[in-house]
């Protein structure tokens, strides 16, 4: 029950916004376009899985070039992973991390199999919240091209709302929940650029980093390090995404 309480609480969150800025310029609009997306913490290196996302926002200028901008998004994250010790014996790299290099935490059901062959996905279905401060470039300078560009930080809530997990073609999603149960909710940090193409059509590039984990991967007796802020990353699975899509805004009100 507390993730349909949660989307529904980001509803009225959506709502109230707009119902603050009736008397203001405010802007509603469209997102969509793909994800490439990485997990730290399942032996894997690099952006590893395709995705999408698609979200609905609303905006309202805080200053002459700077706007506040909330969304509500709709994104898909995960992890792909592929290994064959055939790809070793002739000089070819897939993707497999240290820990099997190394041989440890055999019996984690997302570390490869003694045959060294792997083929393991993560599935995570997300609806997140972003709330970005946008500020345009052409006040700081005049470069062609750069000056039409504007920039975006924020941060993000966000909550799985389904997953799917296979190890070797094998469903592991129910083993995988029961072992290692996914947080109520994450905090990501976002950082992005958007260039205008007509009008209400802009291309927008982010990225977002995971601060606090979406699960625990490994007990803190299992895990050695220097210091308390490299356990937790060790200890922990976070999710970094890359998502490059367009922007159609399609609502002014005053």
């Not at 345009?136 to 062609?144: A, I, V, W």
Request: hydrophobic share 35%; proline share 5%; net charge negative.
């Amino acid at each position: 029950m507390q993730r349909p309480v949660f989307i529904l609480c980001l509803f009225f969150l959506l709502g109230s916004l707009q119902q603050e800025v009736q008397a203001q310029t405010f802007r509603g609009g469209l997102q969509a376009g793909l994800t490439a997306t990485e997990v730290s913490g399942d032996d894997a290196s690099g952006p590893d899985k395709l995705g999408w996302f698609a979200s609905v926002f609303t905006n309202t200028d805080i200053s002459h070039h700077t706007r506040l901008q909330l969304e509500l998004t709709y994104i898909r994250k995960g992890s792909r992973v592929y290994h064959d010790p055939w790809d070793d014996e002739h000089g070819n790299q897939n993707g497999d991390g240290v820990l099997f290099h190394h041989g440890l935490f055999q019996e984690d059901p997302i570390d490869p199999p003694d045959d060294g062959y792997r083929d393991y996905r993560l599935t995570l279905h997300y609806v997140e919240v972003p709330v970005m401060v946008q500020f345009d470039f052409s006040p700081l300078t005049r470069l062609p091209y750069v000056e039409l560009m504007s920039g975006e930080l924020g941060i993000s809530v966000s909550t799985v709302v389904g997953h799917h997990e296979e190890k070797r073609e094998r469903d592991v999603t129910d083993e995988m929940a029961d072992q290692r149960p996914f947080k109520f909710a994450e905090l990501n940090v976002l950082a992005g650029l958007r260039f205008p193409i007509t009008d209400g059509l802009s291309f927008s590039a982010r990225f977002s980093q995971g601060v606090t984990p979406f699960r625990t991967r490994y007990p803190a007796d299992e895990i050695s390090c220097a210091n308390s802020l490299e356990c937790y990353r060790k200890r922990h699975q976070f999710n970094s995404v890359w998502s490059f899509g367009l922007t159609y805004t399609f609502l002014t009100r005053f």
